[in-house]
């Protein structure tokens, strides 16, 4: 996306997925970036969030994580 992130600093992120696999990200209420490939569609991978595996975990917290 366009929006650089501060370490120490709290941001409210959400993904919105369409049946297609569209993908819209918002940070703070504003959208942040598109994807109209549809990847997510056809993924065949394990759904992570803050890490992609393999020993790729992110330095942070993360709370109150809701899947709908």
Do not use: C, M
């Not at 369409?18 to 549809?38: L, P």
């Amino acid at each position: 996306g366009t929006t650089t992130l501060t370490v120490g600093t709290w941001y409210h992120l959400v993904a919105t997925i369409d049946g297609s696999g569209n993908a819209i990200i918002y940070v703070n209420g504003k959208v942040d970036t598109t994807s109209t490939t549809g990847i997510l569609a056809t993924a065949t991978q394990n759904f992570r969030i803050g890490t992609r595996g393999a020993g790729n975990e992110i330095a942070a917290g993360i709370d109150e994580v809701k899947l709908f």
